[in-house]
């Protein structure tokens, strides 16, 4: 990647690579121990349809409410469906959701950020205003509303959550263009004859990209968040489906009368993700804030 | 002093002219998904309706009248505290939202202290020893707290203390039945009873209480601590706290600077935690059958009755940007630089 700060080193200085740099900042334990929980999700996640697993949708009336046992490690649901099998799967419906909503986010929110910041003026404040009213929006509750509105499906759900992203990176990317606007890179191309939207996607963009992929992890654990979140209170995934927010749900009711597996696995596999996505945020972070 | 007059007239004018044109704008983002995303006229006419009864349910609604018109109409009701009719209930939304909202208020303010109590102190300390183990364990109370789901932590709670131990009440509602009929002054019910003087009414309020703050408190407060910790750290790699160092001032005395210039950006992550959890309630809420604002929006949600809902995303999103012009204020007053306005 090559950076404004980083190409006038002088001949003999050898940059550290990637992962040197990550191992320095944070120390081989903490990042070992969280990509690789990471790596085993995604993989998990991946690998569910191929991997011995029982059929998650497949509900048992003969063997309703089952606790932990041999054959079915997390007890089984109201419908006798396998829980362990279902918290597996749900990776792929959280993560595949999240996901997509994040992307959509930072495609929306980057270009957004980085002409409000290279242009500034009346364009830069109105945007800034538009985005900060946005965030003062109850998620949960006008995700609710949105819905309400426009309908209970998956993509409405994603597209909620990618409106929460869009002032995040949007933010960002401009308090990463704003001091680039006259820096002398910048001012070379722009005396050279490009015009300004080839400067902000080309030369000036590229500069926000480390803060916005140390930023994707933690939106991804926000999304996750909300998404559980949502359809927790009944909105966007279908109940069958696996995901753990509505699975928390089933088992909400059965919690009060000491049933406590229905929610505690997929809770469980909801928090660790987070909490690794969030620390995977924070590590690659400081690779942001050495340079800075 | 004429001076600082001024200062402080920009500063308000400013501030103030971005709060309307928030509210504003806010209020064009709701009547836009109000009035282009969904369509309010078929959920009223219903199934089977005639063209007729259409055309007359659009002429009811105004929906004929051009956009600017129809806007004019939704603002100025809006300016009217008039949040639409329930279809549910009947009632006024207003009305539903005043007699819940203070359920609501109770539930995040003690949320609030409790969570400041610990994360404040806290962070002062992990920042003033940021290399100390006990930073560290902070740190990672920390992160489990943004991690936690804060519905399954109210779950966790309630099979712990409800179904294993009985220590505290089945998570339905604010109080035992038996008290309900309490005298209403604020509202809130941990005041009502002792204003009543009934002292057992007034242990179920905080048995009833106890669990909700503590989710919220447990799940909101990082972002606190967060900022505490980090400026704590930074203020005290400071020049300014080096020299006073220097100068041999007591270690008590370099505190209390480090600490004003602390203040600020604490103040104000503490106020927008609180603008948060007036609608960050809204699951806990359901955990704990909690009456407040939450639950009365997801129940009117159920119910495919529109207005309660927007009217409480309305009310919640009013409410976060008054506190955060009030965090600004309250800012400016701790810290003259904040007030001068570029």
């Known amino acids: ?292 | 002093m004429l001076e600082t007059l001024r200062e402080w007239g920009f500063f308000l004018g400013k501030r103030l002219a971005i709060l309307l044109i928030s509210l504003v704008l806010m209020s064009i983002i709701t009547f836009s998904v109000t009035h282009f995303i969904g369509n309010p006229v078929y959920l009223l006419v219903g199934p089977r309706h005639t063209q007729q009864m259409l055309d007359n349910m659009i002429r009811d609604l105004g929906l004929d009248q051009p956009l600017w018109q129809q806007y004019l109409n939704y603002a100025g009701n809006l300016l009217q505290g008039d949040l639409g009719v329930s279809r549910y209930s009947y009632n006024p939304v207003m009305r539903d939202i005043r007699s819940r909202l203070p359920a609501t208020l109770e539930l995040s303010t003690f949320a609030l202290l409790l969570g400041v109590l610990w994360a404040v102190p806290a962070g002062i300390l992990a920042g003033s020893r940021p290399r100390s183990r006990f930073a560290r364990i902070v740190d990672v109370i920390a992160q489990a707290g943004v991690s936690m789901p804060s519905f399954w932590l109210g779950l966790l709670l309630i099979y712990v203390f409800f179904a294993k131990l009985s220590w505290l009440p089945a998570p339905l509602g604010r109080i035992d039945r038996q008290y309900r009929t309490i005298a209403q002054v604020t509202g809130w019910y941990t005041i009502d009873t002792l204003w009543a003087g009934n002292w057992n009414a007034f242990v179920s309020s905080v048995k009833h209480l106890i669990l909700p703050a503590l989710t919220l408190a447990i799940t909101t407060s990082p972002s606190t601590l967060r900022i505490a910790r980090s400026k704590t750290e930074e203020i005290m790699q400071s020049d300014y706290i080096r020299s006073a160092r220097a100068f041999g001032l007591s270690n008590s005395t370099v505190r209390r600077y480090a600490f004003k210039n602390m203040l600020a950006p604490v103040v104000t992550m503490i106020a927008m935690t609180y603008g948060y959890l007036l609608s960050g309630t809204v699951l806990v809420e359901i955990i704990f059958t909690w009456p407040g604002l939450g639950l009365y929006a997801v129940d009117a949600m159920n119910h495919s009755d529109y207005e309660p809902v927007m009217g409480v995303v309305l009310l919640s999103a009013g409410f976060y940007l008054s506190i955060y012009l009030l965090a600004d204020i309250i800012t400016a007053l701790i810290d003259p630089r904040a007030r001068v306005t570029k």
């Open chain 1, 1 to 292: 990647m090559t950076t404004a700060t980083t190409s006038t080193k002088t001949a003999t200085f050898v940059r550290p690579s990637f992962l040197r740099r990550l191992l320095d900042a944070n120390g081989l334990w903490r990042v070992t121990i969280n990509f690789g929980i990471l790596l085993a999700f995604i993989s998990l996640g991946i690998l569910a349809p191929v991997l011995p697993l029982q059929n998650p949708v497949k509900p048992n009336p003969m063997n309703t409410l089952q606790p932990p046992s041999a054959e079915h490690w997390f007890g089984t649901d109201r419908d006798g469906m396998d829980i362990f099998s279902r918290t597996i799967h749900a990776i792929r419906t959280d993560f595949t959701l999240a996901l997509s909503s994040v992307l959509i986010g930072i495609a929306l929110g980057v270009p957004l950020g980085a002409i409000s910041g290279y242009y500034g003026g009346l364009l830069d404040n109105v945007i800034t205003r538009i985005t900060e009213v946005f965030q003062g929006f109850p998620q949960i509750l006008f995700g609710m509303a949105f819905i309400a509105a426009a309908g209970n499906t998956l993509t409405n759900v994603v597209l909620i959550v990618a409106f929460y992203n869009i002032p995040v990176y949007s933010k960002m990317v401009r308090s990463v263009v704003v001091p680039l606007r006259d820096v002398e890179f910048v001012q070379a191309a722009r005396v050279a004859g490009n015009p300004s939207l080839i400067i902000v996607f080309r030369h000036i963009i590229p500069n926000a990209l480390v803060p916005v992929f140390a930023q994707l992890p933690l939106s991804c654990a926000y999304a996750v968040q909300m998404i559980a979140g949502l359809s927790f209170i009944g909105l966007g995934v279908e109940i069958p489906k696996p995901e753990w927010g509505s699975m928390i749900q089933v088992g909400a009711n059965y919690m009060v009368f000491g049933k406590w597996w229905l929610s505690v696995f997929p809770g469980l596999a909801l928090f660790y993700s987070v909490w690794v996505l969030n620390n995977i945020s924070d590590i690659l972070k400081s690779l942001w804030s050495k340079r800075v």
